[in-house]
């Protein structure tokens, strides 16, 4: 039954997200996501009379908030690196925190339950290797390894950025060989790299998802990694789908180090250190949510009503006919007949009408939002084939011509992702 409601969460979610129906439009991605959790979890449960869920609430609510927490601090470290951005996030903060919270929250449980399953699935069951040997100098190597993996691309993030995805898993690893359960490093020393293995394929199985549910929801992510901006699959590069089984490997050799240390805290002790964790990592949450917004927030979505780009009588009379959301209007006037049927039903003109949808199309345009739309209206720019005309590099200066913020910091990236797939129509500049 529980696994019944969960596929019947997503296939509402999917068809309402097509129907741009609410609340699946705004919440597509964490709907998606826990829909997939909790199905996840209950196969877990069919297979081997187990689920993280309902066996063990307390563990599973740890898992969720460590999860906010870790991910936040991937947040953190792209403040410096610049490879991904947000567009359309909801407008008041307290929703757009929310959304991060929720959606944050699945990361850990994904890929565990996901590694569980192919553990039960046998896939695969085992991967005989040659026998690692092992010690204090490969030890003293991989801490080494680790800590430059997570230092040089805080240094120079255009050269070294992929380090930053198994970074942890180098500095943890040797000493969950030595204290925690369970470690890759002591598979591998006994010949098994079956855990390793699917570890590796449940990161790729979560990061083609991810990406996949990602492309087609409102509130989404966009990348902006040097070099590799071109050939993408959804909104990943290509090669980016190999940083997943690296991150896979590094939650779990994060999660097996924080159980085998908080395991060894004499009992007493034991409430005490959560709550000061719990309490800083909101802490630290909030801090890393709070300059996000000013830096990896690119846009928020704005309705039809409140586009200061349209003239004041599309905005009150579009809305008023039915057409609330910019996707619902670009769907409606993407045809001569559609113009010329909404344009009977507003009274306005069609040649008015179609003005207006290209405004509405260079809004919505790679997540551009309203605040760079209004910004690139007084470059001229009143739609794709105006923006069409200008290379990047000029266009990110004229957009700080204008008056810079935290958020130009990787402009010019972020410009290359508009300008991308563009053509400029033959009159044009």
Same mark, same amino acid.
């Given at each position: 039954?529980?696994?019944?409601?969960?596929?019947?969460?997503?296939?509402?979610?999917?068809?309402?997200?097509?129907?741009?129906?609410?609340?699946?439009?705004?919440?597509?991605?964490? %709907?998606?996501?826990?829909?997939?959790?909790?199905?996840?979890?209950?196969?877990?449960?069919?297979?081997?009379?187990?689920?993280?869920?309902?066996?063990?609430?307390?563990?599973?609510?740890?898992?969720?908030?460590?999860?906010?927490?870790?991910?936040?601090?991937?947040?953190?470290?792209? %403040?410096?690196?610049?490879?991904?951005?947000?567009?359309?996030?909801?407008?008041?903060?307290?929703?757009?925190?929310?959304?991060?919270?929720?959606?944050?929250?699945?990361?850990?449980?994904?890929?565990?339950?996901?590694?569980?399953?192919?553990?039960?699935?046998?896939?695969?069951?085992?991967?005989?290797?040659?026998?690692?040997?092992?010690?204090?100098? @490969?030890?003293?190597?991989?801490?080494?390894?680790?800590?430059?993996?997570?230092?040089?691309?805080?240094?120079?993030?255009?050269?070294?950025?992929?380090?930053?995805?198994?970074?942890?898993?180098?500095?943890?690893?040797?000493?969950?060989?030595?204290?925690?359960?369970?470690?890759?490093? @002591?598979?591998?020393?006994?010949?098994?790299?079956?855990?390793?293995?699917?570890?590796?394929?449940?990161?790729?199985?979560?990061?083609?998802?991810?990406?996949?549910?990602?492309?087609?929801?409102?509130?989404?992510?966009?990348?902006?990694?040097?070099?590799?901006?071109?050939?993408?699959?959804?909104?990943?590069?290509?090669?980016?789908?190999?940083?997943?089984?690296?991150?896979?490997?590094?939650?779990?050799?994060?999660?097996?180090?924080?159980?085998?240390?908080?395991?060894?805290?004499?009992?007493?002790?034991?409430?005490?250190?959560?709550?000061?964790?719990?309490?800083?990592?909101?802490?630290?949450?909030?801090?890393?949510?709070?300059?996000?917004?000013?830096?990896?927030?690119?846009?928020?979505?704005?309705?039809?009503?409140?586009?200061?780009?349209?003239?004041?009588?599309?905005?009150?009379?579009?809305?008023?006919?039915?057409?609330?959301?910019?996707?619902?209007? %670009?769907?409606?006037?993407?045809?001569?007949?559609?113009?010329?049927?909404?344009?009977?039903?507003?009274?306005?003109?069609?040649?008015?009408?179609?003005?207006?949808?290209?405004?509405?199309?260079?809004?919505?345009?790679?997540?551009?939002?309203?605040? @760079?739309?209004?910004?690139?209206? @007084?470059?001229?720019?009143?739609?794709?084939?105006?923006?069409?005309?200008?290379?990047?590099?000029?266009?990110?200066?004229?957009?700080?011509?204008?008056?810079?913020?935290?958020?130009?910091?990787? %402009?010019?990236?972020?410009?290359?992702?508009?300008?991308?797939?563009?053509?400029?129509?033959?009159?044009?500049?």
């Amino acid at each position: 039954m529980v696994l019944t409601a969960a596929l019947s969460v997503f296939v509402a979610s999917t068809a309402g997200l097509f129907l741009l129906v609410e609340p699946a439009v705004s919440w597509y991605f964490q %709907l998606a996501w826990w829909s997939y959790v909790v199905a996840v979890d209950a196969l877990n449960r069919r297979l081997a009379g187990r689920s993280l869920i309902r066996d063990s609430t307390r563990r599973f609510a740890w898992l969720a908030g460590g999860s906010v927490a870790w991910w936040t601090l991937f947040e953190a470290i792209n %403040l410096r690196l610049g490879n991904w951005y947000y567009v359309m996030d909801p407008a008041q903060r307290w929703v757009r925190w929310t959304g991060g919270v929720v959606a944050f929250a699945t990361v850990l449980p994904a890929i565990v339950g996901t590694v569980e399953l192919l553990e039960n699935l046998g896939w695969p069951r085992t991967a005989r290797v040659p026998r690692l040997r092992w010690g204090p100098a @490969r030890d003293a190597a991989f801490v080494a390894l680790g800590a430059a993996s997570l230092l040089l691309p805080l240094a120079w993030p255009d050269h070294f950025f992929p380090l930053t995805w198994g970074s942890f898993a180098f500095l943890l690893a040797p000493w969950n060989r030595r204290h925690a359960p369970r470690s890759f490093l @002591r598979d591998l020393e006994r010949g098994e790299a079956g855990p390793l293995c699917r570890t590796l394929l449940a990161g790729l199985a979560c990061g083609v998802l991810w990406e996949a549910w990602n492309y087609w929801a409102r509130t989404k992510w966009i990348y902006t990694v040097p070099g590799l901006e071109r050939l993408k699959l959804f909104e990943m590069p290509l090669l980016g789908f190999l940083g997943f089984p690296a991150f896979a490997v590094e939650c779990l050799v994060v999660i097996r180090f924080v159980q085998a240390l908080a395991s060894r805290l004499p009992a007493a002790r034991v409430r005490a250190v959560g709550a000061a964790v719990v309490a800083s990592a909101a802490a630290a949450t909030a801090i890393v949510f709070r300059a996000a917004d000013e830096v990896s927030v690119e846009s928020v979505y704005v309705p039809v009503a409140e586009l200061e780009l349209l003239p004041a009588e599309a905005r009150e009379r579009l809305p008023a006919a039915g057409l609330e959301s910019p996707e619902e209007l %670009l769907r409606a006037l993407a045809t001569g007949e559609g113009l010329r049927s909404w344009s009977a039903r507003t009274q306005i003109a069609p040649e008015a009408l179609e003005r207006v949808r290209s405004r509405v199309e260079l809004v919505m345009h790679r997540g551009l939002g309203q605040g @760079r739309a209004l910004q690139l209206s @007084r470059l001229g720019v009143a739609g794709l084939a105006d923006l069409a005309a200008w290379d990047a590099r000029s266009l990110a200066a004229a957009l700080r011509a204008q008056g810079t913020t935290p958020r130009d910091r990787f %402009l010019e990236r972020r410009a290359r992702v508009w300008l991308q797939g563009l053509r400029p129509m033959p009159d044009s500049r």
